[in-house]
């Protein structure tokens, strides 16, 4: 009873795949409504768009590729981590990239790419900065320091938990030497 309880628990994580699958059709969404960002700034740069108008597009652009590749290192690699292990093209062992995203280095990513996009929304606030009032600008900045803040606490506490287990291999070394 206790084996067949256990392979039922572990075959829940199946229903994951659902959440990553609709991640993918998202992100295919997102990649059309990216075209047409590209169509439109390309227009726009040909014509007599100024400058401050085609930086903006530009970081609108990369915003978008950001978000995008976020989207993208979480669906698969979460996928890998919890679902099944992902296999290379030829059939040999797992993808090499995918297997460096362990789930603190995936948080770090996660962070570090959520601080970047936000550091573009700030970026674009303030090349408009006469459009906006103190409060917004205000607003965007303590934003975007809670999310270097935050950040910043995932990268300690990743820290500590490398260093914990560090230690723990450590003595566990030193104990198997000393039988």
Known sequence: MQSLLDRTVLATRYVLVVF???LGVALVAYAV?????VWK????????????QLLLGMLYLVDSALVASLVAMV???SYDSLVSRLQSAEGGSKIEWVSNLDPGNLKLKV???IIAI???HLLQKFMDVASLTDRELA???GIHITFVVGAL???VLDRMQTQTKLLAKSKKEKEGEEE
């Open 20 to 22: 990553y699958l609709g």
């Open 33 to 37: 409504r990216f075209g047409q960002k």
């Open 41 to 52: 700034f390309a227009h726009e740069a040909l014509s007599a768009g100024s400058d401050e």
């Open 75 to 77: 669906a698969i690699s």
């Open 111 to 113: 962070g570090i790419a």
């Open 118 to 120: 936000s550091s573009i």
């Open 139 to 141: 607003w965007g900045v």
């Open 153 to 155: 606490v995932l990268g």
